[in-house]
Structures are given as structure tokens and as C-alpha cells.
């Protein structure tokens, strides 16, 4: 018999309690400078979830690296629990079920990772096996799916459990430079998870089976998206080139034709497209390449407005956007799609 | 592809797709579909011509198909109008000849085109909404090409206009009773044909009037930067460059 698939059983997220608006975090932290109050109201973002700090004495975000580490830690375990509850519950499974899980972050170094961390305290059985996927960006969702799906392959009938913990306002510097503002204005905290397995008994449920992935990297701008230690700060600092959008989006077709010549598909056959909420400038760029529609990113878009860039787990917020909407069928194709440093496009088909 | 409604026919420079019935019907929504799969993945034409036959472009709806005693569907609308975009945004220069009747339907597929060249006998009218229902998409597209006030004249009288008038207000844009030296001068004007350069340009202007002007700059940024990506586009650079 034909091996059965992988496919994404269920989906979950979190994000934290406090949502701010632009104004709110220009308001908090006194941000006088005009060019930069632009640069928050001109972003087409409406709200993020966000741990931020009280103001200090001087009005500014005050945090010590060490204490954005701990931030990271503790955001992970309170919003990255809920989201793998939310993943699991409704199929009446339990973190003891899990046969492998895999865990993905950029926005704070830990040894040991996030899975042996969830391990410890949440209840994940000790042979369970693990993956840490640490420090490849926004793209890094389908880097870790890609692996993900061929373990779930290799291994029928077991269940892995992939969780994006990204809590970004554990990774921030605060000036007056414009790219400053750029990052500070884009970021939200947020978490996903996604559960995977190929079992022939799955066949029944309205979840896409995942066919296979393309990848594609620019090397030449491999500096456009980075982190870089500032000695000023005492911190991390996020680089973000003003021409990736451009750079992503003129690109874009490639790992897309890829993906779908080889089951001779067109872009006029996908039904769902899952892309990364990059920013608008990525998202117009992508629009215009691949040819898709204001309507074929409407998820991407809302994502972008009412939770900013997400980092590694965007797509699967948008994914879940998705099947609440409730007009998926069956037979339908979808491709996801996410941008980060590299710089790096990668894509992947579904079909449910 | 097995084609009962057109005849499609494609030489170096051209496509031509004939419409070979005076009514539009599903056949015809899957034929022209059909035609357009085509013209995207393998046609490699520049232009695509849409014409009638028989002395008339396309009246539109036939009735008579319907059955009255079935409960009406609206997916069947859904799918036309699914057709009207793949044709509107098609990679290509599309051109139509308009002879005769161009009414309901045939109105709609006329305003998809790039372009409309019109015998001087045309009759062009949008009835729908006498007859009491509604000129699909047409409703939007129209009053992008010739304003509101007019828009409503047009499909709220069902009033029809002769090729004079639809000239006047833009709807046409060239009329001729000699065809051939008609399109081959329009075929001569739109080359040579850049289909990405075609394709952005046109879906910018199919979005000026909806769009806000701070969307539109992105949405520009986007496409010229895709325009100028281009192989294309750097090879006629390096022709200008002084040697």
C-alpha cells in the first residue's frame, strides 16, 4: 500500500494578555522623535501582543540582556504552554502523547533548548525526541516543518509536535536610528504549534496532507536580515536591510514554480496561500510577483494588522485564520510561504 | 482542447479566439477558460484577439437554455465572472473586434479587452436590469471607463448607443468598416509587447480607482521593481548605454 502521508492535524496558538496599539508604545516610551512617530503609524500594523517594561526614570525601555533572556524563558513557557494546549486539546491529546517535539526560536539563546525546558514542566514523556531549531528568522517555521514531515514519514502513526516560540521584545535595542524604529514598530510576541503524523487513518479528516517543499536562498544578501552585538547597548540588535522586500519579492517565483511544477500545477490552482506576515512592503512585493490577489493574502494581511511579524510561527496564525473561515474543501491545494535571513524563501504544498 | 463554442487560432504574432454562437453560455465560460490555460502556459503570441462571427460580436445570455422551473443558480455567475478576470489579466495585449450586437454578456467580455475596434453598424447595450437582474462585474468595470453619470444612463435606461457614441465616451477606441487594416495598424501601435511590463501596468490602472494613493505607491514600488528586474528590461539599458 501507498505510504500515507504527513498531515497538520491541528493547529494553536498564544499570544500575551497585553495588546498595544503604535500610539500606545509611542505614548509609553515618549517617542518625540517625528520621523520615527511616522515610521509606527505608517507600518499597517493596528496592535501587537507584547511584553514590554514599565518606562524608567528617563522614560525608555530599561532592560539588561539578562533580563531579556529571562523575559524570552518565561514568554516561552507562558504563551508557548498555551499554545501547544490549545494545539492538542481539541483532539483530546496530552503533552505524555507526543512522540517528537520540535521547537523553534530566534529571539533568545538557551542551553539547554525550549523542548527540554517544556519537557521539565510540562509533562512531555522522557523518550520523547527533540529537535531545537534555534536562530534562522521568520523563515524558520518551514525549515523546521520540512524535517518535522519526514520524521512524521519515518515514523507512522507517531505524533510530532512542532511549536514557533517567538517572544520579540526579548530581543530589542532602543535609540533614536530609523532602522531602530523600523524593527521596534514590526515585532509582536507570539507562539504556535502544529501537530503532524502520517497514518492512513487520518484520511478521513478535512487536514491537508503536506506533499513537499522548495527552498530558496539569495546568498549576496545574506547580511540584508541580522543580528549584531552592539557594545553601546550591551545587547542584541536586529539589522534589517530597507531592500528585502524588493530582494524577497523579485525572487519569489522561483521556489514557487519550483514547488509547483513538479506536480505540473499553476499559481491559478492553489486555492490558499499561507504566506509569512513579513510587512507590507514583503507582502506588496510578493503580490505582484507571484500575481496573487489582495483576497489571496487577506489572512497574511490581518495577521500583519492585529499581531504584527510573528516571527518563525506568522504563517501558522495565518494558517489558523484560515480553517476558521471554514472554506477549505477537500482536494484543495494551498502553498505556505516565509521569508527571513539568509536571505531565504521557503515554500511548501499542501493539499487537503 | 476540445472547443465546441470558439475557434482559436494562433500565428506568429496573434491569437485569435472567434466566437462561433451569438449567446454566451457555461460551454462558452469552460471553452474561453479553457483558451485562457492555454494562452497562459504555452501561447507564445503577444496579442490575443477576441472576436464574433456572423456579423455580431455576443448578445449575451440565451434564455432559452434556461429552465424556469429549476430553482436559479448563482454559481453559475460566479463562474463567468471567475472567466471575465482570468481573461482581463491575462499576459497578453487582448484586442476586441465589435461588430454588430454587443450586448449583455458580449458588453462585458468587450470591456475585459485592452482594446475595442468597432464596425461603424454596432449596437451596445447592457439590459439587464429592465429585464430585472444585473450586468455581472460589469456594474464596476463600467463606471471606471466612462464615470458614474454615464455608467447609470447606460445600464439603468438599458439604453443602447451606436458606435459614434460608444467612441465619444471611450468605450471604443477606434472605428473601422475595413477590419483587417484596422487591427493590423492597432496590432502595429501595441508592439513590441513587454507582457510583464502589459500585465503590471494594466492591473495598477484596474486598481487606481479602489485603491488608496499610499497602497498604490507600494503596490507601484512592487511592480516596478519586478519590471525592472527584468532580463528584458537590462538588456535594452545595455543597448542605450553609449559604446
Not at chain 1, 148 to 153: E, I, L, M, N
Not at chain 1, 206 to 212: F, G, Q, R, V, Y
Not at chain 1, 250 to 258: C, E, Q, V
Request: net charge neutral.
Amino acid at each position: 500500500m501507498y505510504p500515507a502521508r504527513p498531515r497538520i492535524l491541528s493547529v494553536g496558538t498564544a499570544v500575551p494578555p497585553n495588546k498595544y496599539t503604535q500610539q500606545d508604545v509611542i505614548s509609553r516610551y515618549r517617542v518625540q522623535n517625528p520621523t520615527i512617530q511616522n515610521i509606527f503609524k505608517a507600518s499597517h500594523i493596528k496592535t501587537r501582543h507584547l511584553y514590554l517594561p514599565p518606562a524608567d526614570p528617563n522614560g525608555i525601555p530599561n532592560e539588561s540582556q539578562s533580563e531579556l533572556l529571562k523575559k524570552h524563558r518565561k514568554g516561552a513557557m507562558d504563551i508557548g504552554f498555551q499554545a501547544i494546549e490549545a494545539c492538542l486539546k481539541p483532539l483530546g491529546l496530552r503533552p505524555r502523547d507526543i512522540d517528537m517535539l520540535c521547537c523553534i526560536s530566534s529571539t533568545g539563546f538557551m542551553l539547554p533548548g525550549l523542548t527540554a525546558m517544556f519537557i521539565k514542566h510540562f509533562g512531555f514523556r522522557t523518550d520523547c525526541h527533540r529537535m531545537d531549531l534555534v536562530g534562522m528568522g521568520c523563515n524558520a517555521g518551514l525549515n523546521g516543518l520540512n524535517p518535522a514531515s519526514s520524521w512524521a514519514q519515518a515514523n507512522p502513526s507517531k505524533l510530532c509536535l512542532m511549536v514557533c516560540c517567538e517572544i520579540n521584545s526579548a530581543l530589542y535595542v532602543f535609540d533614536e536610528k530609523i532602522g531602530t524604529g523600523v524593527v521596534n514598530s514590526l515585532f509582536g510576541d507570539g507562539c504556535a504549534a502544529v501537530l503532524l503524523r502520517a497514518d492512513a487513518k487520518d484520511q478521513k479528516r478535512l487536514a491537508p496532507e503536506i506533499i513537499h517543499f522548495s527552498s530558496h536562498i539569495i546568498p549576496d544578501t545574506w547580511r540584508a536580515m541580522s543580528y549584531h552585538w552592539k557594545d553601546e547597548h550591551n545587547k542584541f540588535s536586529f539589522y534589517l536591510d530597507r531592500d528585502v522586500p524588493y530582494v524577497l519579492g523579485s525572487h519569489a517565483d522561483k521556489p514557487i514554480k519550483k514547488l509547483l511544477d513538479s506536480l505540473d500545477l499553476k499559481v491559478r490552482d492553489i486555492s490558499h496561500w499561507i504566506v509569512h506576515s513579513g510587512g507590507k512592503k514583503v507582502i506588496d512585493a510578493i503580490k505582484y510577483t507571484v500575481g496573487l490577489t489582495a483576497h489571496d493574502m487577506r489572512h497574511t494581511i490581518a495577521i500583519l494588522q492585529n499581531y504584527g511579524n510573528l516571527g518563525s510561527g506568522s504563517f501558522l496564525f495565518s494558517y489558523q485564520r484560515l480553517l476558521k473561515e471554514g472554506l477549505v474543501h477537500r482536494g484543495d491545494y494551498g502553498v505556505m510561504m516565509t521569508m527571513g535571513p539568509g536571505s531565504t524563501i521557503e515554500t511548501a504544498l499542501l493539499r487537503w | 482542447m476540445n472547443l465546441t463554442t470558439i475557434d482559436y487560432q494562433i500565428d506568429e504574432n496573434c491569437a485569435t479566439v472567434t466566437l462561433l454562437q451569438p449567446y454566451s453560455n457555461m460551454q462558452m465560460v469552460r471553452d474561453l477558460t479553457s483558451v485562457c490555460n492555454h494562452l497562459e502556459d504555452e501561447c507564445a503570441a503577444p496579442i490575443v484577439v477576441i472576436r464574433g462571427s456572423n456579423g455580431h460580436f455576443c448578445r449575451g445570455i440565451n434564455f432559452a437554455e434556461f429552465n424556469p422551473d429549476a430553482p436559479m443558480d448563482i454559481h453559475g455567475f460566479n463562474k463567468w465572472e471567475k472567466m471575465c478576470v482570468r481573461i482581463e489579466r491575462l499576459p497578453k495585449i487582448t484586442i476586441s473586434i465589435l461588430e454588430g450586437d454587443v450586448i449583455g454578456g458580449g458588453f462585458q467580455l468587450a470591456l475585459l479587452t485592452d482594446f475595442r475596434i468597432a464596425t461603424s453598424d454596432i449596437k451596445m447595450q447592457l439590459p439587464e436590469v429592465k429585464i430585472g437582474f444585473l450586468p455581472g462585474m460589469g456594474v464596476f468595470r463600467l463606471a471606471k471607463y466612462i464615470g458614474l453619470g454615464h455608467a447609470k444612463r447606460l445600464i439603468l435606461q438599458s439604453k443602447s448607443i451606436d458606435a459614434e457614441e460608444a467612441l465619444q465616451l471611450g468605450l471604443v477606441d477606434l472605428i473601422s468598416d475595413d477590419l483587417n487594416n484596422a487591427l493590423g495598424a492597432t496590432l502595429a501601435r501595441f508592439s513590441p509587447v513587454n507582457p510583464t511590463a502589459v500585465q503590471l501596468a494594466r492591473r495598477l490602472l484596474n486598481e487606481s480607482f479602489h485603491d488608496s494613493f499610499e497602497d498604490a505607491l507600494g503596490h507601484f514600488l512592487a511592480a516596478q521593481h519586478r519590471a525592472i528586474s527584468q532580463t528584458s528590461f537590462l538588456k535594452t539599458i545595455k543597448k542605450e548605454q553609449p559604446s
